[in-house]
């Protein structure tokens, strides 16, 4: 997620990069036709954190307020990576998942498109 400055001698100091995080990295997590939530969510996460873990324990608490939320088969959730389609392996760490810094995910539930099939 790069930026371009519109002037060649801007020099303004970058404030999210990763050595500012103590460990950690920031990860965007967004939910396709669930537009409750606005935008992608970012949170620090731990590098080394499996993908597992992300998918049964963190995002589920990320959007618990959602009904949705409690339908979801995540055997059928078709997963996203900067806009591509990949197959997560659960085992791995997101850093092992090609997911570093300031990555972009996004999944998407079939046959769940929000509230009354509204996308929100």
């Keep these: ?3 371009n400055a519109i002037t060649p001698d801007y020099t ?3 404030k999210d990069r990763v050595e500012n995080f ?3 990295q920031l990860i965007y997590i967004g939910w396709e036709d669930h537009l409750m939530y606005c935008a992608p969510l970012c949170i620090p996460v731990l590098p080394s954190l499996p993908f597992g873990t992300l998918r049964d324990q963190i995002i589920p608490k990320l959007y618990e307020l959602h009904p949705d939320m409690a339908k979801v088969d995540w055997n059928e959730v078709v997963w996203l990576r900067s806009g591509q389609p990949f ?3 659960p085992e791995k760490s997101l850093v092992d998942n090609g997911l570093g810094h300031k990555a972009v995910i996004r999944f998407r539930t079939p046959g769940l498109t929000g ?3 509204s996308c929100s």
């Design 115 to 117: 509230i009354g099939g």
């Design 22 to 24: 103590h460990g950690q």
């Design 1 to 3: 997620m790069s930026v």
């Design 87 to 89: 197959t997560p392996d």
């Design 12 to 14: 303004g100091e970058i």
